[in-house]
């Protein structure tokens, strides 16, 4: 079942896109061309790819191929928007420019279907994570950006390889609580946004979560080379209805 043609916005994140996930990414494009192409709008709020290493390495077959399809749905009017995850926070103005779509700061606030929404990846408010809060404030630094960038490509790709390794060693050994998000962040973010609504990623940990009269989506992360495959995405209706559809687009 397609996502219905009145839909005003889609959003997904966490799919980690890699050439070594092939079904990932074949679910990915077919996500695109099947229900993609029935929305206004596409928000891809963060970690759509597995690493980014920089904007230079835009040549490779498998980049190259995402880059064109997404380029391809924002050329049929679909309008697409672009957050940061912790992985691909090094995407930039040449990959917009080349997929057609806009780079979002977050938190970002907008209004969809009569409601106002807030979006963000969801990495800033896991605030109990200090270690990774203290890597995620140099990271996002423009003059670390700057300094990493000018290293060349093979270099950048073998520092990141090893944070990778690093981040899965460091994930064994981290409570649950302390991957999650803060209820105090939230709380935080719905203050300063005066949003009703909040739409993020980046836990893996797909549900609603009621905060007073204020509600907060999570989008699930895509998997479909490992048992048993997930995913999916958020729909919200002309009718401002927010609906959750699974990888085989019927509402979950």
């Known amino acids: 079942m397609a996502t219905p043609a009145r839909t005003l ?3 997904i994140s966490d799919l980690h896109l890699q050439e070594s996930h092939p079904r990932t990414a ?4 077919r996500f695109l061309e099947e229900h993609a192409t029935h929305t206004r709008a ?3 709020l963060g970690d759509i790819f597995e690493y980014w290493a920089g904007d230079d390495d835009l040549g490779t077959p498998f980049h190259a191929r995402v880059t064109s399809a997404l380029r391809l749905l924002a050329d049929s009017g679909v309008a697409l928007f672009w957050m940061a995850g912790n992985r691909d926070f090094l995407v930039g103005q040449g990959f917009a420019d080349a997929a057609g779509l806009t780079l979002l700061a ?3 606030v907008t209004d969809i279907g009569g409601q106002r929404i807030a979006l963000v990846h969801g990495d800033a408010e896991c605030t109990l994570d200090t270690k990774y809060m203290e890597f995620r404030a140099m990271v996002r630094n423009p003059a670390w950006q700057q300094q990493f960038l000018a290293m060349p490509l093979e270099k950048r790709k073998a520092i990141i390889a090893g944070l990778r390794e690093g981040s899965r060693e460091a994930h064994t050994t981290k409570s649950y609580a302390i991957m999650d998000v803060t209820p105090d962040a939230i709380e935080a973010l719905f203050d300063a946004t005066g949003a009703a ?3 993020h990623g980046h836990t893996h940990r797909p549900a609603l979560h009621r905060h007073g ?5 999570v989008l699930p992360d895509w998997e479909l080379d490992a048992a048993p495959p997930r995913g999916g995405w958020i729909a919200i209706a002309e009718d401002g209805a927010i609906r ?4 085989d687009g019927v509402i979950a």
């Open 9 to 11: 916005a889609l959003f």
């Open 213 to 217: 009269e204020r509600l907060r989506y």
């Open 26 to 29: 074949e679910a990915f494009f």
């Open 42 to 44: 596409l928000y891809l």
């Open 106 to 108: 977050e938190p970002y």
């Open 244 to 247: 959750r559809y699974g990888l």
């Open 197 to 199: 609504i909040l739409i």
